[in-house]
T-cell receptor, first 110, second 118 residues
Framework: GEDVEQSLFLSVREGDSSVINCTYT??????LYWYKQEPGAGLQLLTY?????DMKQDQRLTVLLNKKDKHLSLRIADTQTGDSAIYFC??????????FGAGTQVVVTP | ETGVTQTPRHLVMGMTNKKSLKCEQH?????MYWYKQSAKKPLELMFV???????ENNSVPSRFSPECPNSSHLFLHLHTLQPEDSALYLC?????????????????FGPGTRLLVL
């Protein structure tokens, strides 16, 4: 099955860039997602990238995909206190099922 | 507002109680999902309904019973739960393409029901 791994914690100062990394094992993944979960809330879709792309930019968010290394990253430019949340990487496996990582807790300090 | 609502948002129940979680999606999707989120563990897919038919049951104990009366509503009936069932239960929906394999349409999540079993 698919294994999706993320680091558990990231601390970043307000105004700096955050980079959240994710690795996966199934090379047939077609869609790769980033979700954000704020305290007490459900998952909010942030962005996604199709496997034939290597970069996608959406305002302060930049997604990079390295298919060779099976590595996905999310960069948040000019990180704000409202960006404090848990960020989940999710990829589709060869059956089209969505597999999630354990989530990265991002804490933004003033 | 994600278009997927869940009620109740919080629920405390004893091990002998029977309760139900409700999910409603306003996105016109044809697939709905129940996930369990426990602390420090990846999300666990519990049930999948495509076109109102249950297509997946990930070895979930029978004390959890799903019901999908139509493509907009999904229920999770709870009976004689255990304390280890305490978690955040998330509902999601997506628009699946009939007959497609290996593709995954984007899933949109509700806010979840925080369940505590005493």
């Amino acid at each position: 099955g698919e294994d999706v791994e993320q680091s558990l914690f990231l601390s970043v100062r307000e105004g700096d860039s955050s980079v959240i990394n994710c690795t996966y094992t199934d090379s047939s993944s077609t869609y790769l997602y980033w979700y954000k979960q704020e305290p007490g809330a459900g998952l909010q879709l942030l962005t996604y990238i199709f496997s034939n792309m290597d970069m996608k930019q959406d305002q302060r968010l930049t997604v990079l995909l390295n298919k060779k290394d099976k590595h996905l990253s999310l960069r948040i430019a000019d990180t704000q206190t409202g960006d404090s949340a848990i960020y989940f990487c999710a990829v589709t496996d060869s059956w089209g099922k969505l597999q999630f990582g354990a989530g990265t807790q991002v804490v933004v300090t003033p | 507002e994600t278009g997927v609502t869940q009620t109740p948002r919080h629920l405390v129940m004893g091990m002998t109680n029977k309760k139900s979680l409700k999910c409603e999606q306003h996105l016109g999707h044809n697939a709905m999902y129940w996930y369990k989120q426990s602390a420090k563990k990846p999300l666990e897919l519990m049930f999948v309904y495509n076109f109102k038919e249950q297509t997946e049951n990930n070895s979930v104990p029978s004390r959890f019973s799903p019901e999908c009366p139509n493509s907009s509503h999904l229920f999770l009936h709870l009976h004689t739960l255990q304390p280890e069932d305490s978690a955040l239960y998330l509902c999601a929906s997506s628009q699946e393409v009939l007959g497609s394999v290996g593709t995954q349409e984007t899933q949109y999540f509700g806010p979840g029901t925080r369940l505590l079993v005493l």
